[in-house]
């Protein structure tokens, strides 16, 4: 399944998690965009990596050596970075009044 099936298939589930939890469901859906994007380690699971490996003449291990910090970072700093981006967002983010009515009675749905 590619990147892109996956975050389609997930999308619906961060939404309602969110919504169930009571956070704004669009910090799930970029959660779960940057981690179906995050394939960096092994050649063969997107297609740029492919095609460097293939036509660029790398060797596994060197697209392992470089892929796997890759996919550290892409762990480590959204899982920081997005929590932050959205507390600072809900702070200075005032929905009007039709956007708050609709998603107050969309949580009691």
């Given at each position: 399944m590619t990147n892109n099936a996956v975050a389609?298939?997930?999308r619906p589930v961060a939404?309602?998690?969110g919504n169930s939890l009571g956070v704004d469901p669009r910090a799930l859906v970029i959660t779960v965009v940057m981690g179906a994007t995050a394939s960096f380690?092994?050649?063969i699971l997107y297609q740029t990596n492919t095609?460097?490996?293939g036509l660029g003449g790398?060797?596994?291990a060197n697209i392992i050596k470089v892929g796997l910090p890759l996919n550290l970072l892409m762990a480590v700093v959204p899982s920081i970075a997005?929590?932050?981006v959205w507390l600072v967002y809900g702070l200075f983010y005032r929905p009007c009044c039709l956007c708050r009515n609709a998603a107050m009675q969309h949580r009691r749905l």
């Open positions: 389609v298939i997930v939404i309602n998690l380690a092994i050649p095609l460097v490996y790398c060797r596994f997005i929590p932050v």
